[in-house]
Structures are given as C-alpha cells and as structure tokens.
C-alpha cells in the first residue's frame, strides 16, 4: 500500500494552464477506473473535484478536468484563478479493495 | 443539510487507546459506505479504513491492522474508530468521511484531533 506519487509543487500564473500527475501501479492506478481528487484548503476538510477518472461532480467548475494513461492519471485545471490556490490530492482503489491517496501537491498560482 | 460531527480526540500517551465517534445527519446513513481518513501535522491525506453500510465488512490500511478498528450503528447514524496500542505517529486529525459507492468520498466532517504523546 505504498502512496500514489504526486509532485510535491506545482505553480501557473492567473489564466495559465497546469496538470498535476499521480502515478501508481497496475494494481491501483492502472487497474481500475475509480481514481478520485480533492481539493483542500488549509485548515478546512478536502473537497472532492473529479470521480471515476474523469467526472466533475455537479457544482464543480469545467476548469477542472481528469485523465488516465496506463498507471498515471492526470488532473488539468485551465484558466488558472488565485482561488484555485490550495492543495490537491489524487486517491485510487486498490487490488486489496482498500484506497490510497498521492502525497499531495501543493499548487501556487502566481 | 448534510453533517458529518467527529468527536472523542485529544492528547493519549503512546500505548494508550482512544474511541472516535462520528454523528452524521442529512443524508440515508444505513445506505452508504463509510471512511476514517487521517492527516498528520503538515502532511498528506492518509485512508484509514472502510466499512460496508450493512457493516458486513471492513477494510483498513496495513499500519493499522490490528490496532484499529471501524464500526457502525445505523439505528443511531453513528461511526466510530476504536484506537489502540497507539504510537506517535498516529497523531493526526481524523475524519469521519461518506461516500458514494466504496471509492467516491463525496461527504467530509471537520475533523477531530488525536495527539500521541508522553
């Protein structure tokens, strides 16, 4: 059950473009479609931005979209916001029917 | 109103045990799976554990097994983290968290904190 990697930073200036990459293996990740990210303010509980790879939930701005390729999914937030400043984590299921999360990434917009 | 309130944190010496409760409201409690995901002092998120709605099962990341267990009572809406043997490093807030199907976490409470220390 080792972590999902994720870069530690990540930074963009307001309007930019930015994608955050959690790599894992064939036995989370890659194996099924059920990787998850939240978005987490400092001090506040995380809040969940895309489901099953690719989905927003409802209230969820278009900015933010998700991605997989092999063991490596992908969070892409376009048109970068100051409010966007915060920390992002990506999570997936696992073989062990348990769940893992990445280290998280902090994201700074300029 | 969806609410998820943890309680039952606080400071326990190493070796110590702790029981956190979980009081959720707003939502179908009996129909949805339910997590205690972790955060230690300036890190990452960690998933704790799962348990099914009918409580038919358990699921827990390895550094707990054996210390930690999750339980539910659906008649009273409540979730519970029984904490034992405690070590330091399992100082963190703990969140009492619902979700959709057994992967989508779509319900947070604020936290409740557990420090391990002498």
């Known amino acids: 059950q080792s972590a999902l990697t994720q870069p530690a930073s990540a930074s963009g200036s307001p309007g930019q473009s930015i994608t955050i990459s959690c790599t894992g293996t064939?036995?989370?990740?890659?194996?099924?479609?059920?990787v998850t990210w939240y978005q987490q303010y400092p001090g506040k509980a995380p809040k969940l931005m895309i489901y099953?790879?690719?989905n927003r939930p409802s209230g969820v701005s278009n900015r933010f979209s998700g991605s997989k390729s092999g063991n490596t999914a992908s969070l892409t937030i376009t048109g970068l916001q100051a409010e966007d400043e915060a920390d992002y984590y990506c999570?997936?299921?696992?073989?062990?029917?348990?769940?893992?999360f990445g280290g998280g990434t902090k994201l700074t917009v300029l | 109103e969806v609410q998820l309130v943890e309680s039952g944190g606080g400071l326990v010496q190493p070796g110590g045990s702790l029981r956190l409760s979980c009081a959720a409201s707003g939502f179908a409690f009996r129909t949805y799976w339910m997590s205690w995901v972790r955060q230690a002092p300036g890190k990452g998120l960690e998933w704790v554990a799962n348990i099914k709605p009918d409580g038919s099962a358990e699921y827990y990341v390895d550094s707990v097994k054996g210390r930690i267990t999750i339980s539910r009572d659906n008649a009273g809406n409540s979730l519970y983290l029984q904490l034992n043997s405690l070590r330091p490093e399992d100082t963190a807030v703990y969140y009492c968290v619902g979700l959709f199907g057994n992967t989508r976490m779509i319900y947070w409470g604020q936290g409740t904190l557990v420090t391990v220390s002498s």
């Open positions: 999570c997936s299921y696992t073989s062990s029917s348990t769940l893992v």
């Open positions: 099953e790879v690719s």
């Open positions: 064939s036995s989370d990740v890659g194996g099924y479609n059920y």
